[in-house]
């Protein structure tokens, strides 16, 4: 991220941004690109509007005033441009900051971790801005929070050590798991392990509560219909079942675990 942002040279390979290298043409670069860092980098002791003012100045922009009264109602900061940076919550910060990476209208805007540290009610603002500009601009979100990919991204990268083990759809990332699937069950009455291990097609079983268990069977198999007839055939009640997907933090786990 930060060669194709051109804060520091490649030492191999190439690097491309909407058909512009790096090396070769990091202005046009620069041109074309929104980033937001990890830790915020914005001056505490300027206003909010001033700030943006400033910034607007740096790109050289044809109507400054006009663009940064535009970004400060996208980002809903109307109420805020005129205190202090230092003075605001981390989630205002960071719309500050989405704010100045928006106001040159870029074709491509990089987040690094940007809902670090912020409290559900800012993290929910966060989230909904960043759906809202990954409408119109190609959005490039890092972080380690699997919660927050599956909230805000329709397509994922997983990168481990250096290179790229998935790069898929957000709904197709379960089918790279392959081996066990997994079905909750809740019984009216309590039983034995040893009976559901009988279930044809079930592996192993977990038990959860006296009542709840967890089921593995083989993931091309569906055993639910089993699991069914065998409540029947035992005189039980089933309150419950459902097949549980994998969800983006097991897919991360999987593709990134150590093997020895």
Known sequence: MKIITGFIPQTGGDAEVCGFDVSKSPLEVRKRIGYLPEHNPLYKDMYVKEFLQFVAGLHDLKQPAQRVKDMIGLTGLEKEQHKLIGALSKGYRQRVGLAQA??????????????????????????????????????IFSTHIMQEVEAICNRVLIINNGKIVADNRIEELPNLIKGESIVSVAFLEEIKAELLKKIKGVHSVKKISPNNWQLLGDSKADIRPEVFRFAVDQGLTLIEMHKEAYSVEDVFQKLTAKTT
């Open 102 to 139: 928006m106001l040159h209208d870029p074709e491509v805007l990089i987040l690094d971790e940007p809902t670090t540290g912020l409290d559900p009610n800012q993290l929910a603002e966060i989230r909904s801005l960043i759906k809202q500009l990954g409408k119109e601009k190609t959005l």
